[in-house]
């Protein structure tokens, strides 16, 4: 016996519109049998779509499993040609329009071809009798304690339940105002929501995990997703702004719970996930999902609570597992470009990774994590595509910046360069690598185009009035080098900066202006240029950051450490001598002193590497017995003279810092030089 028709449903059948909707949709179902012909799929055909013209509720097509392809891996040259970023971005933008305009004719994916308009109410078919779920809330302090808390904070009530009670809980009301708009969404007059509507939802979502009471729940999300959209016809009004935060934060909150509860996905010990089993329930819930999932990506666009931003993307993390098999959906979540059907940009995970707030910008972080690390090579190979796009949008800026010298010598260029060095470092960390098993990781063939595009903007400019956007970029180097153990020739770029402010053209100013804090510093002041307080200060920084290059383990603990200082020691022997001189400018004698020291050093820690040497049995072209060696040798580096004078250097600098942070408390500190 069928359902009993609702008031809305009758008038809107002797408006004479449901003939219309029935032939539109048998029309609709011929386009899909002709279209589902020529794609020649292959297995079990799916039975076309039943309609039950009664209820005008669209039955869900079942996805077929079509086994993702297995992404190869790219080398650095492809990634350099950069060849498949622009295919990868109008496929992305295609897709993007797709699931924007709700087309599924394209046929690129079976799983994402659903009508984000449909009732999805074939899955009240998998209603549940609510009173097994008692012992299950019991234990949900330990399974979900975040939920649990916000439960005990906002609803404390629905936690204390009678399983026999069924009062408030009769869900059929909703479909006399609106529930099901599979028809409703088509009359002339929407229902508004209420709280009584989310208190009995939040009621059997709760105590039942009701399938029945999450499809209404996500029915009335998506009217708050579109709220406002002239082109859009929505199930539900919605009229107080607690209402509308209400129903957004239940939604967020109580539907990954529900969904774990009806379709369980495994952790795996690697830190990956397995998707939930195929099964009827979930292939039925699928698209209901993916529909929810797209509301919430076009719902990110359109917050501007930073709270409700930062639950929106911290929930929506949950529900990689039951997306991922939707490249549209990963690609949707991921891209940071705008959508071509929509004049405001859409946040996605990596926009806001790079602009909200602190918190919204971990949650980002975390799901972009969630998203790379828990999925298959394709997803990861996904994400790389995107870093590269970031880095190649750095190089860009560089080439472009051949007629406007300036144009990346600015705060945000300097940010952007620190930012993917120590990505790639954390990413591509040696130790980690030997934990792993050796196992590179897939973002290590990021380093050369980036170390290439910081290279390019050191050399870009090269007067002294700029050399603290060179050290910084420098720093962000030196990071990389030490963390990832690749060789970075930083010595090219600090060594003329030494050999300048020794032997310089003109003699440098007296000033009584303060030491610059090259920190918060790119680009010197006009007041600072020439002036010897300004070379004192960046030959200082130059010969720590040079020392701290020569004492890393890439270049230290390589056995060829003696031969890789030969042209250092030359170049600065000459310049103090030159100094000395006074042939042209002059230097201060404290400038000449730190550099000689360091020169010492240098002399005193190849000698330290050629006696361990002695005892070497094997020839250069022995690989592992090198690589052998230089392990042992990178254990000792602390030892070495350079190491030793390294040590005492960032103590001074540590020193110096909590003065000047006491100096800038208030209290009486007199900063003297050491």
């Not at 509860?261 to 819930?285: E, R």
């Not at 970029?473 to 060789?487: E, F, G, P, V």
């Not at 004492?551 to 000395?580: C, D, H, M, N, W």
């Not at 690589?627 to 254990?635: A, F, K, P, Q």
Request: hydrophobic share 35%.
């Amino acid at each position: 016996m069928g359902k009993r028709a609702s008031k809305q449903t009758k008038k809107f059948a002797a408006s004479g519109q449901l003939k219309k909707v029935i032939q539109a949709r048998h029309k609709h179902q011929q386009i899909r049998k002709r279209i589902q012909g020529k794609r020649g799929t292959k297995g079990d055909k799916v039975p076309p779509e039943e309609v039950d013209f009664e209820d005008e509720e669209d039955e869900i097509e079942a996805p077929t499993n079509a086994t993702a392809k297995k992404s190869k891996g790219m080398s650095v040259d492809e990634l350099l040609n950069a060849d498949f970023m622009g295919e990868s971005d109008d496929d992305e933008n295609a897709d993007v329009s797709d699931m924007a305009d709700g087309d599924s004719d394209d046929g690129n994916e079976s799983e994402d071809d659903f009508d984000d308009d449909a009732s999805f109410a074939s899955v009240d078919d998998f209603e549940e009798d609510g009173k097994n779920h008692l012992a299950e809330l019991s234990k949900l302090a330990e399974k979900d304690p975040e939920f649990f808390k916000y439960l005990q904070e906002n609803d404390q009530e629905l936690l204390n339940f009678d399983p026999n009670d069924t009062g408030g809980m009769d869900l059929d009301e909703d479909d006399e105002e609106g529930g099901d708009y599979g028809v409703d969404m088509e009359s002339e007059k929407t229902s508004t929501l209420t709280s009584a509507h989310l208190r009995r939802w939040q009621k059997a979502l709760l105590e039942q995990r009701s399938l029945r009471a999450l499809r209404k729940l996500l029915i009335a999300f998506r009217a708050a997703a579109h709220l406002n959209e002239d082109d859009q016809v929505l199930a539900w009004s919605i009229d107080s702004s607690s209402v509308y935060n209400k129903l957004v934060t239940t939604t967020l909150r109580y539907t990954p719970v529900v969904l774990e509860h009806h379709a369980p996905y495994k952790i795996l010990p690697n830190g990956k996930f397995k998707p939930p089993t195929q099964t009827h329930k979930f292939k039925t819930l699928q698209k209901l999902i993916l529909s929810y999932f797209h509301n919430i990506v076009h719902l990110l666009s359109q917050l501007t609570d930073n709270e409700l931003l930062q639950l929106a993307v911290a929930e929506s993390a949950k529900l990689i597992p039951y997306i991922v098999s939707s490249r549209k959906a990963v690609k949707l979540y991921l891209k940071a470009s705008h959508l071509r059907t929509s004049n405001e940009g859409q946040k996605k995970c990596l926009e806001l990774w790079s602009s909200a707030q602190d918190n919204i910008r971990i949650a980002a972080f975390l799901a972009i994590r969630k998203l790379a690390s828990g999925t298959d090579e394709s997803i990861m190979d996904n994400v790389l595509k995107h870093a590269f796009g970031y880095i190649r949008q750095l190089a860009i800026h560089l080439r472009n910046s051949m007629k406007i010298k300036t144009k990346v010598y600015n705060w945000q260029y300097v940010h952007c360069i620190d930012f993917w060095s120590i990505v790639l470092a954390r990413a591509c960390d040696s130790r980690t690598q030997v934990e792993n098993g050796n196992k590179e990781s897939d973002l290590k063939p990021l380093i050369y185009p980036l170390v290439q595009v910081c290279l390019g903007a050191i050399k870009l400019i090269s007067t002294s009035r700029f050399y603290p956007f060179h050290l910084h970029i420098i720093r962000s180097l030196l990071h990389l080098t030490k963390r990832t153990d690749t060789y970075i020739p930083l010595s090219p770029y600090l060594v003329p900066i030494l050999t300048t402010i020794l032997a310089p053209t003109s003699r440098p100013k007296s000033s009584t202006l303060r030491p610059l804090d090259f920190e918060v510093q790119i680009r010197a002041p006009q007041q600072y240029v020439r002036t010897r307080v300004y070379y004192e200060g960046v030959l200082e920084e130059s010969a720590y950051l040079l020392t701290e290059w020569l004492a890393s383990p890439t270049v230290q603990g390589s056995i060829s450490f003696p031969e890789i200082v030969v042209p250092l020691v030359v170049l600065l022997r000459k310049a103090l001598k030159a100094a000395r001189s006074g042939s042209s400018g002059s230097s201060s004698g404290k400038d000449q002193g730190v550099v000689k020291v360091l020169v010492e050093r240098i002399e005193e820690s190849a000698k330290w590497v050629e006696q361990r040497r002695k005892s070497v049995s094997f020839s250069p072209g022995q690989f592992k017995e090198v690589e052998s060696w230089e392990r042992e040798l990178r254990d000792k580096i602390e030892d070495s003279p350079l190491g030793k004078y390294l040590k005492v250097q960032k103590k001074l600098r540590e020193k110096r810092r909590k003065l000047v942070e006491k100096a800038r408390e208030g209290e009486d500190e007199i900063l003297d030089d050491d």
